[in-house]
Each structure stands twice: as structure tokens, then as C-alpha cells.
């Protein structure tokens, strides 16, 4: 056997990274049908219902819409991120969270005859959407962390530089920390523009 120091990862989004292991995978999808009965079939949990990878270009039974996906959730917002990771594909609860307010320069909101949101967004109305609207409540990010610190210790990983701080990931370690379940180092970055909340937690 080997044995070799533990390994640290220089650059991951720890927080957002961790949630996402308990996202619908859409990847290879070959339809729409084949993708709402992925969706179909996924536990029911959290907050939001939250997906990726689908691609829509060779889908024979037409493009993602809301109406689509209200079909198969609709007790939940749900939020799916296509392949590229440029679009979202929205329900109906999702887009209502929006008020409307969707429209944003570099964005492009796909509408109907009309003129009402399909459920798609591109680019900035998509990023727009994602950090205005898509929050998680901090319970569900520290569940799915002490999954995933499990997941990274197993593999080795001893200390992560996590690049989350825009999301408040500092006050999520520290949680973790408080109840004994951190057996890792963690390096926190934090855009400058939220040095000023790290008070709040005592930084």
C-alpha cells in the first residue's frame, strides 16, 4: 500500500458543490418525456426541487417549458440547469417567485405568443434569477456539507480552499464547526464587498 500526506483542494465551491449531489441528473437525455420522468422519479426534498445537465437541441417532442414541468412538480419550485450551465428551466412555482421580474440586460426570457415566460431563461436572466430568487435555507446547505465532508475525507482530502464566500459559506463553516462536524481545514475566500457581514459572526 502507499501512504501519502492528505490532499488539498485549491479551488472548489464546497457549499454549492455538496448540494447540488442530490440534484436530478438529466444528462443524456434523449426527449422531453425521458426528462420529466427523471424528475418524476426523484425524492422529494428541501425546499426546491433542483436538477442539471439537460440539453434540448435533438429533443423530438419539443423544447423545456413550465407548463411541462408543472406536470410532474408543482408542490415545490424547481430549478433545472441545462448542460452548459447557460439556461434554466423553470416551473411554474419557481417562476412565480420572480413576480415578473425577470427581464435583465445580457438576458434573454423566452416567451410564448403571448408574450408570458415559457420557463426558460439564458445567460444573465438565468444568474439573475438563480441569486435573487433560488435561496436554501442554511438547515439544508449543513445537511448536505456533513454529507459531503464525509464524502471528502474518505477520498483523503485533509484541507479545501472553498470559494463560496459570496454565498455566506464562512457562517456555514462555522456552524459545522460548532457541532463537531468539520474534520477538515478550510481556507474561506470572501468577496470584498461582504467583509463588513463577517461581524455579524464574530470575524
Known amino acids: ?21 442530490k440534484d436530478v441528473r438529466l444528462d443524456g437525455c434523449r426527449s422531453l418525456a425521458e426528462a420529466l420522468d427523471r424528475v418524476r ?20 417532442d419539443g423544447p423545456p417549458t413550465a ?3 408543472d406536470e410532474v412538480v408543482s408542490d415545490r419550485p424547481a430549478m433545472l440547469i441545462s448542460k452548459d450551465y447557460h439556461a434554466l428551466w423553470l416551473n411554474s412555482a419557481a417562476l412565480a417567485l420572480a ?3 425577470l427581464e435583465v440586460e445580457g438576458g434573454v426570457v ?35 456539507m456533513r454529507d459531503g465532508v464525509r464524502v471528502a475525507a474518505a477520498r483523503g482530502v485533509t484541507c479545501l480552499h472553498d470559494k463560496d464566500g459570496w454565498l455566506g459559506a464562512i457562517g456555514l463553516w462555522q456552524q459545522l464547526e460548532e457541532r463537531g462536524n468539520l474534520p477538515l481545514r478550510v481556507w474561506q475566500s470572501t468577496p470584498a464587498e461582504n467583509i463588513a457581514r463577517l461581524k455579524e459572526i464574530g470575524l
Open 41 to 60: 422519479a426523484a425524492p422529494r426534498e428541501g425546499s426546491w426541487l433542483r436538477g442539471q445537465g439537460w440539453r434540448d437541441a435533438d429533443w423530438p
Open 67 to 69: 407548463s411541462a414541468l
Open 110 to 144: 423566452v416567451r410564448d405568443e403571448a408574450g408570458e415566460p415559457t420557463g426558460l431563461l439564458y445567460e444573465q436572466a438565468a444568474w439573475q434569477f438563480k441569486e435573487q430568487f433560488a435561496h436554501t435555507p442554511d438547515d439544508e446547505y449543513l445537511a448536505a
Open 1 to 21: 500500500g502507499y501512504v501519502l500526506p492528505g490532499f488539498t483542494d485549491s479551488h472548489v465551491h464546497f457549499p454549492t458543490w455538496a448540494l447540488a449531489q
Open 99 to 101: 413576480g415578473g421580474d
